[in-house]
């Protein structure tokens, strides 16, 4: 029994001797506790990934051909006053001829992920979302910028969407740097361009 006395006075000093004790948790803090958490967009502010696979191709012919003859005849018999015979008759003839052609063949792939950001929810449930993103490699500026309208029952349970699934999708991709300037055509030929489209 005095064992046990002594014992108890001995934990009751050690504890009034460590101080305050805090109540921290052993295990971390993963978000609002639920075990299964829905991580889908739906509000405005959430992200969600667009997976960007576009690929457009052009391929436009056109052709001209315009041919105009002409033939006139008159007969003058006095000019200015001068008397020039009775038979004096003249002929003109003229021929214009226009031949023209031309192609264009283009074609495009974009391949990207882009997070977006809500920003605005209608009141369809349908979300409206905006997204950019800029990549500079080697002198290159790559920009992407997407923008549309999702219905967030595409959104898959990873929080992705297609691009092909946005209505009102608007995809813009910009490069600028060396590689994008050498493929631009030089100022003289755009202005020949300019010119001969007329």
């Given amino acids: 029994m005095q064992r046990s006395i002594v014992a108890f006075a001995c934990a009751s000093v050690m504890l ?6 805090s109540g921290e948790s052993l295990w971390r803090d993963i978000g609002n506790g639920f075990l299964f958490v829905d991580t ?3 509000h405005v502010g959430d992200i969600v990934t667009v ?3 576009e690929s457009s191709s052009l391929n436009r012919q056109a052709e001209t051909n315009t041919k105009k003859e002409s033939t ?7 000019l200015f006053g001068l008397h020039l015979g009775n038979n004096t008759q003249y002929a003109f003839e003229g021929a214009n001829e226009h031949k023209g052609s031309g192609s264009v063949t283009r074609s495009d792939a974009v391949t990207a992920s882009v997070a977006a950001r809500v920003v605005k929810v209608l009141p369809s449930g349908n979300l409206i979302i905006e997204g950019r993103r800029a990549v ?5 500026n790559q ?15 990873a929080n992705t969407i297609l691009s092909s699934q946005i209505a009102d999708a ?20 755009r202005f020949a361009d300019w010119l001969f489209l007329y």
């Fill in 136 to 140: 500079r490699t080697n002198d290159e």
């Fill in 143 to 157: 920009y992407l910028a997407i923008s549309g309208v999702i219905r967030s029952v595409d959104i898959t349970p």
């Fill in 40 to 42: 889908k967009a739906r």
């Fill in 16 to 21: 009034l001797m460590t101080g305050e004790s």
């Fill in 170 to 189: 608007e995809v813009v991709l910009e490069g600028k740097g060396a590689l994008a300037e050498k493929q631009r055509p030089g100022l003289l030929n």
């Fill in 72 to 78: 006139n005849s008159a007969n003058l018999s006095s």
């Fill in 51 to 53: 997976l960007v696979t």
